[in-house]
């Protein structure tokens, strides 16, 4: 996790008005996103999963190009959460609400069907309300959680304690860190 590590030590924190935020190369292209960061990340999940599975999903934001990269890897079909419902209604009912730190409105989940084994990927786990309400979708839709991953955890939101008590899963992360007004923490 070595490209990871330095991209968040590096990384800069903007005020969103409601929370500190990190910018950086891995969530947000500045600069842009080198493949071997995308790979490093890949390949660090792999070893977290253990193939029992049948599709990956995400939210269509920041964890898409993880997720895409995973889906390749694993030969597993990506399934995306979306914000937008662009009229799908007659495909598609599978809605759910999302409160998140960036976020709040509706999610719509595609691709998921009744018995389907499912893994969660995100880039960063910080309140816990993306991957809440990802849960929540997938279940609604008769799907289960085989597995949770995400890249990054911000440790001072409390989002793995959120997740455990709203829903009772896990979450596993790579690496957690802390943002503070002027710079970002790895925690080892």
Not at 56 to 79: C, F, Q, R
Not at 86 to 114: A, P, R, T, W
Not at 116 to 138: F, N, P, Q, R, Y
Not at 156 to 176: A, P, W
């Amino acid at each position: 996790m070595m490209l990871l590590k330095e991209i968040y030590r590096n990384a800069k924190v903007v005020n969103s008005g409601k929370s500190l935020t990190t910018v950086n190369e891995f969530t947000d292209q500045l600069p842009a996103l080198r493949p071997e960061v995308l790979i490093e990340v890949a390949y660090q999940m792999l070893k977290k999963l253990d193939g029992d599975f049948d599709k990956i999903i995400t939210e269509e934001d920041k964890g898409a190009p993880l997720a895409t990269t995973l889906s390749l890897l694993t030969v597993k079909p990506l399934a995306m959460a979306r914000w937008y419902p662009y009229s799908l209604e007659e495909y598609n009912s599978n809605v759910v609400h999302i409160k998140s730190e960036y976020f709040e409105g509706k999610m719509y989940l595609n691709g998921i069907e009744q018995g389907d084994k499912i893994v969660i990927i995100d880039d960063t786990l910080s309140t816990g309300g993306a991957i809440t309400s990802l849960i929540e979708a997938v279940e609604k839709a008769g799907g289960t959680i085989n597995k949770i991953i995400c890249a990054v955890e911000k440790i001072q939101n409390r989002g793995r304690e959120r997740v455990k008590f709203s829903t009772g899963h896990d979450v596993t992360s790579l690496i957690k860190i802390e943002v503070y007004e002027n710079k970002v923490k790895v925690v080892d």
